[in-house]
């Protein structure tokens, strides 16, 4: 059974930085993909970063430039780095698992994840 475990989270000043990391139970073809999700208050889930076992990754254009996917297989773990803050950034970041999908578009889509976490709280003040 796949189970991912979000951590990292915490409350920070614009501008700031964080790290979430996402440690997952199982390294299969399940988890072939890997996703970082975020849903603020009255609004949609929707996507922000996501990386393939074998390093290709994919950004929302809302975090390129401040985000950086990356992960750890040896470790079964997947981060998100986030630079430079923005109160916009307030959110829960849900980390999510699926098998592999078409590059693209799929990538950022929740609907085409199988597993989540429980998800890991960001919030930036202004």
């Known amino acids: 059974q796949v189970r991912l475990v979000e951590s990292g989270g915490d409350s920070v000043q614009a501008g700031g930085s964080l790290r979430l990391s996402c440690a997952a139970s199982v390294y299969t073809s399940s988890t072939y993909l890997m996703g970082w999700f975020r849903q603020a208050p009255g609004k949609e889930r929707e996507g922000v970063a996501a990386?393939?076992?074998?390093?290709?990754?994919i950004y929302a254009d809302s975090v390129k430039g401040r985000f950086t996917i990356s992960q750890d297989n040896t470790k079964m773990t997947v981060y998100l780095e986030m630079n430079i803050l923005k109160p916009e950034d307030t959110a829960m970041y849900y980390c999510?698992?699926?098998?592999?999908?078409?590059?693209?578009?799929?990538?950022?889509?929740?609907?085409?994840?199988?597993?989540w976490g429980q998800g890991t709280q960001v919030t930036v003040s202004s």
């Open positions: 990386i393939r076992r074998d390093g290709i990754f």
């Open positions: 999510a698992a699926t098998p592999t999908l078409p590059y693209g578009e799929p990538w950022l889509n929740e609907y085409e994840y199988i597993y």
